[in-house]
């Protein structure tokens, strides 16, 4: 199976060494599920976007630094991307910035919130999980990196994971989409020197207890969970 990488954004320079891109992460964190997937990298940030949406079996968008209502000149083009690819029930995964935009082609709305900034490991209770999903556990664990959310969910979607923080966390679109506004692919160390160079950005209160929970025995995500179920999803037409 291929995987096509719609590549949004990239890693911090001073980070990208010790962890790769946000590619690289999406790479190592499918395969560690599934070593026989293949995997091609769509920089669309720079205008270089896939000749057909027949060139790979699944879609995953990366996060980003960006914000969706930037409405940048490739951000429009991907959202037309995006609303092909649903209509022509292609499986599409999102990861945060992936979540939102996709959100907003389907007709949802997108803002920088007004309860600030979401870092460290965040907890989102399941709330109508789908069939294929029936298995999952009661509270999912993620990595988060993110000021915006979706704040009005697209009519054809479902939240099926939310926490207090952020309500709309975890949206499934029929049996074609899955979205995450937090990270799978970002692992605890990531996350913490993540945390730790965007300190000052990040207000320093929440940026250090989010580093004391980080670097302490019980950090952990649900990653593993969250791979299976974006394999689900980005399998389902092979299944079909």
């Not at 920089?43 to 976007?49: A, G, I, R």
């Not at 935009?101 to 389907?106: P, T, W």
Request: charged fraction near 20%; hydrophobic fraction near 45%; glycine fraction near 8%.
């Amino acid at each position: 199976m291929r995987i096509g990488i719609l590549e949004t954004g990239r890693t911090p320079p001073d980070l990208i060494g010790a962890y790769g891109s946000y590619a690289d992460m999406i790479r190592g964190l499918l395969t560690s599920a599934d070593p026989g997937l293949e995997f091609v990298v769509y920089p669309v940030l720079e205008d270089q976007f896939p000749d057909s949406i027949d060139a790979c079996d699944g879609w995953v968008i990366t996060g980003s630094r960006h914000g969706v209502y930037e409405n940048l000149p490739w951000m429009l083009r991907l959202q037309d991307l995006l609303r092909t690819l649903v209509a022509e029930r292609r499986p599409v995964v999102g990861i945060c910035f992936g979540h939102q935009i996709l959100a907003q082609a389907l007709g949802g709305r997108v803002e920088k919130s007004a309860k600030g900034w979401g870092v460290g490991i965040h907890e989102y209770s399941l709330t109508a999980p789908p069939q294929a999903l029936a298995d999952a556990p009661p509270v999912l664990k993620l990595s988060a990196m993110h000021q915006d959310q979706v704040v009005e969910v697209p009519p054809s979607a479902t939240v099926v994971a939310s926490s207090d923080f952020c309500p709309n966390a975890v949206l499934v679109y029929g049996d074609t989409a899955l979205s995450f506004q937090g990270h799978p692919e970002f692992g605890v160390p990531f996350e913490a020197d993540l945390v730790a160079l965007r300190r000052g950005l990040i207000p320093e209160p929440l940026a250090d207890a989010a580093l004391t929970d980080l670097k302490s025995e019980a950090a952990k995500t649900d990653a593993a969970v969250a791979a299976d179920w974006m394999l689900r999803f980005l399998k389902r037409q092979q299944a079909a």
